[in-house]
């Protein structure tokens, strides 16, 4: 059977993608934070997983405000990534599982929820930066890939009980596939940020911190945030962080904190990277 082998959740700046492309890991700006992915990347080698569903939001790739499903998984065989507008290069395609996409698709709509099957996904900053900080993509990504798309861009995005509830299932469905292969969930996004009007540059520190900690073993709390209340204290691309639930939903009761860093600011944004494992 498939084991859900761990959960990362980082955010995705576009700046970091441009820093990897440029090496600038030892930059005094960026040493931090790419020090602060090292243990996540040792702990990725040592579990090997097979697979990774990756949780992330579209930003007007592959998705646009003319039609904009709230949850979209990947089915294909192959996904090319392209730039949505932040100077990224193009990276080695990911390989896609079309079988696991399909499994995943038969236990959660059955389940209630209600996925936009992609047969054809372009994926953009959102899916790789997060994986780029994982590995490398050269000569080829190490690990099959599954988009699962979130809307977090147009009104009215999901709860983030709706999230960690998709998470629920999607864990299940994936605890339930016949073959045995590793699977790591990744929640993407976050963390407080607000890129545009009269509170471009916000961040909170102390939010972040506390979501970091609630995201262990209070999640429910985190759920009970409503809309309004994330952007007011995250920003109102903080809104992002509901995808970190869904991830959090499919890990199950307990987690093992395996490693944390938080950094600030990176670009415009509060930058966390956590690892966990189910207890
Ligand atoms: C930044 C953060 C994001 O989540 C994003 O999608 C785009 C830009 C930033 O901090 O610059
Ligand atoms: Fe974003």
Redesign the pocket.
Known sequence: MAQIVGGVIT?????IGNAITNKLQEDPYWKPLFDGYAKAREWMESVEPDIVVVVYND?GLNFFLDKMPTFAIGAASEYHNADEGWGLATLHSFEGDIEFSWHLIEKMIPAGIDLTICQEMLID??FIVPMSVMWSHLPAWPVKAVPFAVNTVLMPVPTAQRCFDVGVELGKAIASYPEDKKVVIFGT?GMS?Q?SGERAGFINKQFDRAYMDKIIDRPEELCRLTHTELIQQAGA?GI?LIMWLVMRGALGKSVNVVHRNYELP????GSGIMVMEQA
């Open positions: 955010s995705h700046i576009p700046a930003h900053h959102g996004g940020h890129l691309e992002e990176i670009s415009n944004t």
